[in-house]
């Protein structure tokens, strides 16, 4: 009988351990920029994103543990770098997300494929990150520069809006938007009559706004985004720019910023995103979910970014039963259909793109707002397979032909 008991203990301690041995656990990092001008449009709002799509994928998998850990990357590569090489390496983190600041993206994206790892970006804009410097480890969530140029570059030339004078933040991210602005413009039959770089995160723009003034061109592209794209938004409101003829195009505008400026200073700005708060019934749920932690704030399009490529990542590594080969991992997401309620129903394409539909809005007059967040009046609906660069124009080593 002993012997028995013995026998029966000893198949529930091997029973026990089979189903620890099957259970994979998975570290997700968010590195964001939690201290300086892009901290309002990501920073904690992408750790609660994140730490959203953890709940909502844990609710129906039980077989995966989930840990997140997150850090403020300064908007500084080579403390980006040293932050995910101290992940990857020492913290066993998995998968890297967010990264606003598209130097600080560029670096992470190396650092990932040669640790075999996955970064999912929904911060950093440049679409180098999909062209040139693509790599298998790397999917790019929400938007690009590409995307942003496309959308509000064409649309303000097709309203007449055919000469142009940049504002671009003086780093990778700001040199990539007025690169591709300038062939969107040009594209359509505009006109680029210059542009001047400015420091990142600057207070003083009014030497760059009297060239930008003294240019006579019809359109000022702000290639900028977070607080600088807010300061230079308000100095150009206290200029009189606008009331001179000359329209500003904020070529990388959130929510956040809108209502930073408020609807006085910011009413008729176009703008193109890839996810509004008040957009249908589920990005409003999400929206009260976020809110329960975050009162008064509204999601920007990086952290829904967060919310719906970690929501994501999970699914890829829950069909592999393993998050240890990242390039597998990233395959899988490739071969998965996207589908969540913030972006809905997608695809992610071979050079790491994510395919979803992008928005063309305006922002709304005081008259016209009713309610706290009511800011955006949707002007166009742009399809996915028009929205991003197409796949054989990017230069991924990734694409044959």
């Not at 006085?264 to 708060?277: D, H, K, M, N, S």
């Not at 589908?339 to 809905?344: H, I, T």
Request: charged share 20%.
């Amino acid at each position: 009988m002993t012997r028995k008991l013995g026998l029966i203990a000893l198949s529930a301690a091997l029973l026990c351990g089979a189903a620890q041995a099957q259970q994979v656990t998975v570290k997700v990092g968010v590195l964001s920029d939690m201290s300086s001008l892009y901290s309002d449009i990501t920073g904690a709002g992408s750790v609660l994103a994140a730490k959203l799509a953890i709940a909502d994928f844990l609710a129906s998998n039980k077989d995966i543990k989930v840990e997140l850990v997150s850090a403020d990357h300064q908007n500084k590569p080579d403390i980006g770098t040293t932050i995910a090489n101290q992940w990857f390496d020492v913290d066993k983190v998995d998968v890297i997300v967010d990264v606003p600041n598209s130097g600080v993206g560029l670096a992470v994206s190396q650092v990932a494929a040669n640790k075999n790892k996955v970064f999912v970006v929904s911060g950093a804009a440049t679409s180098d990150l999909t062209g040139p410097k693509c790599n298998a480890n790397t999917v790019a969530w929400t938007y690009d520069t590409w995307m942003l140029a496309n959308g509000t570059g064409k649309a303000m030339v097709k309203t007449g809006g055919d000469t142009w004078f940049f504002l671009a933040a003086d780093y990778a991210f700001g040199a990539a938007l007025q690169r591709d602005t300038t062939a969107a413009v040009e594209a359509v039959g505009g006109k680029v009559l210059g542009g001047v770089r400015h420091p990142l995160n600057t207070n003083d723009f009014s030497s760059f706004l009297l060239q930008a003034q003294s240019s006579k061109a019809k359109v000022i592209g702000l290639a900028n985004a977070g607080g600088d794209t807010i300061n230079s938004i308000k100095a150009a409101f206290e200029f009189g720019l606008t009331k001179g003829g000359q329209k500003l195009a904020g070529l990388l505008v959130f929510i956040n910023d809108v209502n930073a400026l408020g609807l006085e200073i910011a009413q008729g700005l176009t703008l193109t995103e890839t996810f509004y708060w008040d957009k249908d019934d589920n990005t409003r749920a999400f929206t009260k979910r976020f809110q329960q932690e975050r009162p008064s704030k509204f999601p920007s399009m990086v952290q829904a970014g967060a919310y719906a490529g970690t929501l994501h990542y999970l699914k890829a590594v829950a069909g592999l039963k393993s998050a240890a080969d990242g390039k597998a991992v990233v395959a899988k997401m490739k071969e998965l259909a996207t589908d969540d309620p913030l972006f809905g129903k997608g695809t992610i394409r071979p050079d790491g793109r994510k395919l979803h539909d992008a928005y063309l809005y305006e922002v709304k007059t005081p008259a016209e707002s009713k309610y706290p967040g009511d800011v955006y009046k949707l002007r166009a609906t742009i399809p996915a397979n028009e929205a991003f660069r197409p796949l054989k124009e990017g230069g991924c080593p990734l694409v044959s032909g």
